[in-house]
Nanobody
Framework: QVQLVESGGGLVQAGGSLRLSCAASGRTFISYAMGWFRQAPGKEREFVASISWNGGSTFYTDSVKGRFTISRDNAKNTVYLQMNSLKPEDTAVYHC?????????????????WGQGTQVTVSS
């Protein structure tokens, strides 16, 4: 398994932007599909975005399409989530996830490694 550490969360006004980062340990990062999930208070964890091992394929949940962008830098063992036009309903703890796979995946049950999460709060 790979160890994941998220950063970049914070408090932002509606319409603002944040960029989340997820740093992964290990030498085999390039063989991992990566994803971002979020969990709001009282709600279940939900899929946000995912990216294939080489960045060639990306997938988003409908509510963030056109606002969020997932990317990765395999030389830095890091995956990013650029979040623009943030809304109060984006408020949640955002978790990075990884799974050794050469195909893009999006189901929460497909990912075996998880970070502790970073809080994103969007004020109205």
């Amino acid at each position: 398994q790979v160890q994941l550490v998220e950063s970049g969360g914070g408090l932002v006004q509606a319409g603002g932007s944040l960029r989340l980062s997820c740093a992964a340990s290990g030498r085999t990062f390039i063989s991992y599909a990566m994803g971002w999930f979020r969990q709001a208070p009282g709600k279940e964890r939900e899929f946000v975005a995912s990216i294939s091992w080489n960045g060639g394929s990306t997938f988003y949940t409908d509510s963030v399409k056109g606002r969020f962008t997932i990317s990765r830098d395999n030389a830095k063992n890091t995956v990013y989530l650029q979040m623009n036009s943030l809304k109060p309903e984006d408020t949640a703890v955002y978790h990075c996830a990884a799974e050794r796979s050469f195909r893009i995946i999006s189901s929460i049950t497909d990912f075996g490694s998880w970070g502790q999460g970073t809080q994103v709060t969007v004020s109205s």
